[in-house]
């Protein structure tokens, strides 16, 4: 049993560093946006294409986060080996529900995406199916993620890193740029041919008989049973609000229509926020699991090093991102660079705060509650970093009078 935890003892300089080394892969973020500024001619033959895109950058991000938050605590109390074969029951449980809650992630943000469509985005019944389908297709393509989430977390575990710190930042990178791609190659199956369709539809019956298989082979399971009762609630939450994100996203898209710049670094804010409260809450969770952390806000401070490097080493990606964005689209000037990263700066404030108390309140409120924290705090946190991080660049574009 892993019952000490190496994040206790180190010093805020170390972990900043840590953090840092972590966040420098979401700069990868920037490939995902620069997808979408090259696609933005197929995003434009469906109103809902482009809502969808943040729904389901988000809806990885909280089967990702499920699967790198609840392996992190596992290997830290050795309930789950760093091993692919002859591990723990509980390992390959947490595989077989993630199968049957992509599906069920799937389903539920449809659903509500239709609703969501009818209000603001101008769509009819009839567009369900097309959304369904879209859904369903990119989400299990995305599985192959898990694999690869998988091994950074037995590689890093093995090598001393901290897989709480680690783990998530790393994938959720990779994860937008794969789910991007995979957005890219299924629109364009989607809307160039019957037999581009066809191709789909059996990805998703693939995957819809898998999930059934699943479920029924594990329904007398309680931990499977309860894994996928508290992780439903969640993905209902999270479907609403990946719905508002997008949403939100057609309002600044509407702003920024020649700005590529703000396309290109979208992805990479989304999950750059999201990466701060993966760090906060999946450490904080640890703690609370080890008994280092009481349940209750007055508790914040014995947290305050990690929420402070976890801040920092976000500042630190953020003015990285701004260069970068410069870079790739307009020609670089002192002027240019001053506009980017106030919009940036005032963005990372304004989402950082909620997401700080939004991420450790969810991991008191649910460990009293005795429920499992990681059921909960990275897949909500992750899916309320987009809203947040959205919103907040919307304010900063309009506060700062630079759309």
Not at 66 to 78: D, V
Not at 245 to 270: C, D, Q
Request: glycine share 6%.
């Amino acid at each position: 049993m892993h019952l000490s935890y190496e994040g206790v003892s180190k010093n805020f300089f170390r972990l900043l560093k840590e953090t840092s080394v972590a966040y420098f892969f979401g700069l990868g973020g920037l490939f995902a946006g620069f997808i979408i500024a090259s696609y933005l001619g197929l995003f434009k033959l469906a109103p809902w294409t482009i809502a969808l895109y943040p729904a389901l950058v988000s809806a990885k991000g909280v089967t990702g986060g499920l699967l790198s938050g609840r392996l992190s605590t596992a290997l830290h109390l050795g309930t789950i080996r760093p091993s692919f074969f002859k591990n723990t029951p509980s390992f390959y449980m947490l595989i077989e529900a993630l199968i049957v809650l992509t599906l069920a992630t799937s389903a539920t943000i449809s659903l509500i995406s239709i609703v969501f469509g009818q209000l603001f985005w101008g769509l009819t019944i009839v567009d369900f199916s097309g959304i369904l389908l879209v859904v369903i297709a990119t989400m299990s393509m995305g599985l192959l993620l898990s694999i690869i989430t998988i091994n950074i977390a037995f590689i890093s575990f093995k090598k001393g890193s901290d897989p709480d710190i680690v783990v998530y930042p790393i994938m959720s990178t990779i994860s937008d740029v794969f789910i991007t791609v995979c957005y890219v190659l299924v629109l364009t199956l989607y809307f160039f041919g019957d037999l581009g369709k066809l191709a789909l539809l059996i990805l998703s019956l693939a995957v819809l008989s898998t999930a059934i298989y699943v479920f029924i082979k594990n329904f007398h399971e309680s931990d499977f049973i309860k894994t996928i009762k508290e992780s439903l609630f969640t993905m209902i939450l999270v479907a609403l609000m990946v719905n508002i994100t997008g949403t939100v996203l057609i309002g600044i898209s509407n702003f920024v229509e020649n700005r590529k710049e703000i396309y290109i670094i979208y992805p990479a804010l989304i999950g750059m926020i999201g990466n701060v409260g993966s760090v906060i809450g999946s450490t904080a969770t640890t703690k609370l699991a080890l008994g280092l952390l009481q349940p209750s806000f007055s508790s914040m401070k014995r947290h305050i090093k990690s929420i402070f490097s976890a801040w920092g080493a976000s500042l630190l990606m953020f003015i990285i991102l701004a260069f970068l964005a410069l870079l790739l689209t307009t020609p670089f000037s002192f002027s240019s660079l001053y506009n980017i990263i106030s919009i940036l700066f005032l963005t990372n404030v304004f989402a950082v705060l909620a997401i700080v108390l939004l991420t450790y309140s969810i991991s008191i409120l649910t460990f009293k509650k005795g429920l499992d924290p990681d059921n909960f705090v990275i897949p909500v946190e992750s899916s309320f970093a987009d809203v947040v991080t959205s919103i907040a660049l919307l304010a900063s574009l309009l506060m700062l009078g630079l759309t």
